[in-house]
């Protein structure tokens, strides 16, 4: 099963993310010895947190919010994602999210606190050549076993730890690269909370998300500082990938490991009924220095929620500008959707969308107007249903670079917590291209045609055991006249996810 955030660092790592400067890496080094000094071993991460106040007894952790502050990128915009749980015995439905952190409520010691989740999830892609050898295929299985623990010694201090143990299975492969056992830091920070009301510091490896995994689905070593009052919030972030190893049982670091330092702001309004709507702005700035000089800068905007009625909608969009290298950069691009929910008995549901990235029509002249995603995105949201999947398609899994993305879905509830998405793209090129990006096939675009291909996936999500969650995904890609005659056989996804909570 391919992770987000392995998926994330690969194409950081295809397409250059940035290293720290030595200023900015010693104040991130300070920010991660603070919690290392509480944890006897540290590796990558994920985090976040929550502003409202709760013991860590009765309360998710704070981990298992996207951010310091509500509904922040950090923060999925949705009514049935629990914000603060009272009880660990009757937590809110929340779309299945395959990376979020497990509770930690089950008291082991004085103020110490542990949960987890045990994982099985396999994966298997066939014909990513996009050839007529059809039976070429890559299949894993994997186990994953995620204990957390919590330490609230008082009322200003929190420490989250969240070790993963993956345990990989080679099933069918095309390469001979084999897949090893990990384990994993996936969190640990500390938070400080309290000491000002409304007002939490963060340090350590957390996690960052927002709404749509637009911009981030990742763990990062950071120091974010977040404050809310009332409907509004703002938090502020420096964020690096994998500053202390990921995976303690490597020996030696990863010596090709690209850096990116993040510097990265948000300010969040909650407004309408119930304050299920929002409007937030975004700035971001990365730095690059490993494998070039690109210095893009981040400027965006986010809105959710509904119209009226049952009708909800979303709407991102974001200017990028910068240097990479000799170039300049000035890419744009936007996402827009609508989400209509029937009545009746199993809530059937439509969505259409619509994606644009900008592309480079001259890439020999001295500036880029291509849009680029942060690196660390996921691109992945729940229409009306239970689980989470790519809203790009899960096949082509494309970033939104010199791309249109013309999308369509049906979806139905025949059961409170079961829902089935039937979901359609459409690709074209915004500039005919050799380069896809993001995308996993080992064979690329000729350049002659902007007709890229579509897909239709299948989505299921079922939350009705208690603790239990469960995804089953099956895609197929149809390639377009953008590819060679020689490779117009379809790709094929289908993946399964099992994943029992214990808290």
Partial sequence: MKYLHHSTFNQCRREGALRTKGASCNILHVGIVIVLMHVPFAGPAQAAAELKEGPASRATP??????????????????????????????????????????????????????????????????????SHLGKADSILTTNLAPAFAYEPNQYLQLY????LEIPVTVEKTEDTSKRTELNMNLAFLTLKNVVPGAKLQ??????????RWLFN????????????????????ASQLNLVQRNVLRREAEEDEERLLNYYAYADYKFGKNKKSHVGIFAL????????????????LQLGGRLFGDLKYWLQTAVVRGTDDAKTIRGEAIDVGLTQRFGGSWQPSI??????GTGDRNPDDNVDRSFRQTGFQGNSDKFNGVARFKYYGEV???????LMVFTGGVGIQPFEKTSFDVVYHYYLQDHASTRLRGSDFTIGPTGLSKHVGSEVDFIAGY???????????????????????????????ASILFRYNFY
Avoid at 285 to 300: E, F, K, S
Avoid at 464 to 491: C, E, H, M, W
């Fill in 62 to 131: 704070s981990s298992t919010d996207a951010s310091l502050t509500k509904p922040p990128v950090a923060q999925p915009l949705d009514p049935n994602t629990p914000s603060n749980p009272t009880t660990p015995d009757a937590p809110a439905l929340e779309p299945f999210d395959p990376n979020a952190p497990p509770r930690a409520t089950i008291p082991i010691g004085p103020n110490l606190f542990f949960g987890g989740y045990v994982s099985l999830d396999g994966e298997s892609n066939r014909n990513y050549s996009l050839s």
């Fill in 218 to 237: 990742e763990n990062m070593d950071a120091i974010r500082l977040g404050y809310q009052y009332e409907s509004f919030s703002v938090e502020v972030s």
């Fill in 351 to 356: 969505t259409v969308g619509y994606a644009y």
């Fill in 285 to 300: 700035y990365q730095d690059q220095q490993r494998l070039g000089t690109a210095q893009p800068i981040y400027v965006g």
């Fill in 203 to 212: 340090v350590g490896r957390q996690r960052f998300i927002d709404s749509r």
């Fill in 463 to 493: 939350q009705g055991i208690p603790n239990l969650q469960t995804k089953f995904v099956l895609g197929y890609f149809l390639p377009g006249n953008a590819f060679a005659d020689t490779s117009r056989d379809g790709a094929f996804l």
């Fill in 161 to 164: 730890l969240n070790p993963i």
């Fill in 396 to 402: 082509l899994d494309p970033r939104l670079t010199n």
